[in-house]
Structures are given as C-alpha cells and as structure tokens.
C-alpha cells in the first residue's frame, strides 16, 4: 500500500509540477512519501504507528545538528585522505547555493530517510532487524544505481551508507539523527567542499573541488561517495555506531 499511494502520489504531483514549468522534483518526492506513510498508518495501524519524528523540539535539534557533526568528521577525513594520496586542490567558489539548499538538499534528506529508514524499514525490523537493514540498504544503493559517474566502489559506498544511516536509526529509534547525517554529508560534500554529490553537480559551491588521480581514489564524476577511502570512513563509522548501539542497550537492559 505504501509503494502505490507513493507512486500514484508522485506521479499526480509530478504532472502537476512539471506542466506549471516548477522546479519541485525533490519536493514531489518528499511530499509524496509524506502522504503515502500517513495514508498507510491511518489505514493499516489506524493512527498509531511511532515513526520516530515525534520528540521534544530542544532534543529533535540536538539529534539533528549530532548528525550534521558526525557527517561533517566524516567528510572530512575521507576528503584529507583523498588529499594525501592523490592531487586534491580545494579554490575558491562562487558561494552557498541556498536556492538549492531549499529545493533539492533539504527535501532530498528528508525524503530517502522517510523512504528507506522510516515505515517501510520499521515495519520490516519487526520481523528481522539485521533483515531490515539489508534489504533496505540494498534498496537504497540501486535508487542510486542510475546516476552519473556511478562505479562498483560507488555502489559499495552506498550499501554502507544505507547501513550507517539504519544504525544511526537504531541508535535513538527516531529519524532526526539520520536526517541530520544525510543533510550533513550531501551538503558539506557538495555545497561546501565542491565535489558531486552522488554524481549531481551543484550550481554554486563555496569551495571547488580540483582533483587527479584514479577515479577509485578521488571518487571520480560520482564525488566523493566514489572513493575507496570512504569505504574505509564509513566501514569504520559502523563499526563505531554498531558497538555504542550494543553498549546502549546493555546499559539500559541493567
């Protein structure tokens, strides 16, 4: 049910959208994931489903903006890493693009963390959580599958992102703190730094992005998300999130 008020939402919308000449497309999407989980809660659940967004406004903010750190560290140590062992010059850009801030980074965020770690992937924790992580991490590497610049190192980054994000899920069991790492990660990676963000080009960036060397190593036309190096960050930030997650419940289990 899910899948088809999405779809039937999104392509309503998007007719819309595109015969008004708007440049809404991220918009359409998040919109309509919105309308298919609530469609669907009402219906099946009747209304009572938690999908983790409902939390008090000061800790809402604190998940949020501790998931915009943690992407940021990440970030950065993937881009110092390509710099050490590659030719990476980082120059001056033309400025924030807050424009695409409004219409594609936020909206983007916001609707693959409904769409991957929100109804969908709860319902299917309740039936196996290891199984729930996998086959939406699998589902949200091929979303990404089509996009330009793709390689297998990008496909692999992308499985482990699916699966960092689903712990992030894990470790508050609300979706502010994904959110705050997906946003953080496409905007600091593109917006600040200047590489493709999943093989998209932003307008405008504050920094660019000048590099050479194997497309394994600097990540390519794909971005950053193409380099083996982050591989390496995001297998380690699993590794990290997994433990703290298992420390977590042991403490609350006494």
């Known amino acids: 049910m899910l899948c088809a008020v999405y779809l039937a939402t999104f392509f309503c919308l998007g007719y819309v ?7 809404f497309f991220k918009w359409v999407s998040l919109l309509s994931i919105v309308v298919a989980t609530a469609a669907t809660i009402a219906i099946v659940d009747r209304g009572r489903w938690p999908l983790g967004l409902a939390a008090p406004p000061r800790r809402a903010i604190a998940e949020l903006l501790a998931g915009v750190v943690f992407a940021v560290l990440l970030i950065a140590a993937a881009d110092r890493l390509i710099a050490l062992t590659s030719v990476l010059r980082h120059g001056r850009g033309g400025g924030f693009p807050w424009l695409e801030l409004a219409l594609v980074f936020l909206p983007a965020a916001v609707h693959e963390e409904l769409l991957f770690r929100g109804y969908a992937y709860q319902k299917l924790r309740t039936w196996s959580r290891p199984g729930a992580i996998a086959i939406t991490s699998a589902l949200f590497a ?25 712990l992030a899920y894990e470790r508050t069991r609300r979706l502010w703190l994904p959110i705050g790492i997906h946003l953080g990660w496409n905007v600091v990676s593109g917006p600040i730094l200047g590489y493709d963000v999943s093989g998209y080009v932003a307008g405008t960036t504050v920094l660019t992005a000048r590099v050479a060397g194997p497309a394994w190593i600097t990540g390519g036309a794909f971005g950053i998300e193409g380099s083996l190096w982050m591989c390496v960050i995001e297998a380690l930030a699993i590794v990290w999130l997994f433990r703290s997650n298992a420390e977590c419940r042991m403490q609350n289990a006494e």
């Open 17 to 23: 959208a595109a015969a008004a000449g708007l440049p």
């Open 142 to 166: 091929a979303l990404h599958a089509g996009n330009w610049g793709v390689t297998p190192v990008a496909m692999i980054n992308l499985l482990l992102a699916g699966v960092l994000l689903a």
